[in-house]
């Protein structure tokens, strides 16, 4: 049986490093030992990617090749990792995936939608994730969060209508495809995201049959 993708995705300050650790312990005492990457990155030629989208000296990269370098660092790490892992049957979580494209090149940037899903299909191999929780809270809130954290990378040196487009394409996507989306409400206190977490990810590991 091929294993199972659970991604991460939201906007800046939304809290996904915190709940990928939740997320990771609990599949754990489920028995399920997940590959956890991150995007962009996840290679060491994906790493190298990242450091060229993050690094604010790459202030003038044009949205096309933002666009391309997402795509190459995803179809390093789907081939080099996530896929030979799926096989294997093996579960594998992802800090951010496709859907992220979606909403910063495609909402944020305007870069239009039919070109980002050509690339889904031939650079990420058409995979899609079995499960993604969106961390999904105002705006102005995760920018609060994220500033608390210091020097801003490139893409989070955006302005605020950016990141709204950003929310507008992450909250489209989920309404378009609600079987696999899991809205969370990140606005809220911590133990009360965490709750929601761990209710979504139990319900879906419970419909998938894995235990230990
Ligand atoms: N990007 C893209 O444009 N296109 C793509 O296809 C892909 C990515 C794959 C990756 O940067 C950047 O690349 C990202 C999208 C873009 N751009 N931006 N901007 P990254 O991986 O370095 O950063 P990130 O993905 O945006 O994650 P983050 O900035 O580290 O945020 P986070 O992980 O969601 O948040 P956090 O660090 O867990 O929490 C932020 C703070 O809030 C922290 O102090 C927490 O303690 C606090 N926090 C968390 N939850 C709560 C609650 N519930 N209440 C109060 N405080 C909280």
Same mark, same amino acid.
Request: hydrophobic share 45%.
């Given at each position: 049986?091929?294993?199972?993708?659970? =991604?991460?995705?939201?906007?800046?300050?939304?809290?996904?490093?915190?709940?990928?650790? +939740?997320?990771?312990?609990?599949?754990?005492?489920? &028995?399920?030992?997940?590959?956890?990457?991150?995007?962009?990155?996840?290679?060491?030629?994906?790493?190298?990617?990242?450091?060229?989208?993050?690094?604010?000296?790459?202030?003038?990269?044009? @949205?096309?090749?933002?666009?391309?370098?997402? *795509?190459?660092?995803?179809?390093?790490? +789907? !081939?080099?990792?996530? !896929?030979? /892992?799926?096989?294997? &049957?093996?579960?594998?979580?992802?800090?951010? *995936? =496709?859907? $992220?494209?979606?909403? #910063?090149?495609?909402?944020?940037?305007?870069?239009?939608?039919? !070109?980002?899903?050509?690339?889904? !299909?031939?650079?990420?191999?058409?995979?899609?994730?079995?499960? =993604?929780?969106?961390?999904?809270?105002?705006? /102005?809130?995760?920018?609060?969060?994220?500033?608390?954290?210091?020097?801003?990378?490139?893409?989070?040196?955006?302005?605020?209508? *950016?990141?709204?487009?950003?929310? @507008?394409? #992450?909250?489209?996507?989920?309404? $378009?495809?609600?079987?696999?989306?899991?809205?969370?409400?990140?606005?809220?206190?911590?133990?009360?995201?965490?709750?929601? +977490?761990?209710? /979504?990810?139990?319900? *879906?590991?419970?419909? =998938?049959?894995?235990?230990?």
């Amino acid at each position: 049986m091929t294993g199972k993708l659970i =991604t991460l995705e939201g906007g800046e300050g939304a809290g996904k490093s915190t709940v990928l650790n +939740v997320v990771r312990e609990l599949l754990t005492a489920r &028995g399920i030992d997940a590959l956890v990457v991150r995007e962009p990155g996840g290679t060491p030629a994906g790493e190298e990617i990242r450091g060229v989208l993050l690094d604010t000296v790459h202030h003038g990269l044009c @949205a096309e090749a933002e666009l391309l370098l997402m *795509f190459a660092s995803r179809a390093q790490l +789907v !081939r080099e990792k996530i !896929r030979p /892992a799926l096989d294997a &049957g093996r579960w594998v979580l992802s800090d951010r *995936f =496709t859907d $992220a494209s979606f909403a #910063y090149q495609g909402g944020g940037r305007g870069q239009p939608q039919e !070109r980002i899903a050509e690339l889904e !299909r031939w650079a990420a191999d058409g995979l899609k994730p079995d499960l =993604t929780l969106l961390l999904d809270l105002p705006v /102005a809130e995760g920018l609060k969060r994220a500033n608390g954290r210091g020097s801003a990378d490139r893409i989070e040196m955006e302005n605020a209508d *950016f990141f709204e487009r950003v929310r @507008a394409a #992450y909250r489209a996507r989920a309404a $378009a495809e609600p079987a696999r989306f899991r809205i969370i409400d990140a606005g809220r206190p911590l133990e009360a995201v965490l709750g929601d +977490v761990r209710a /979504a990810v139990g319900a *879906f590991v419970e419909a =998938t049959g894995a235990r230990a």
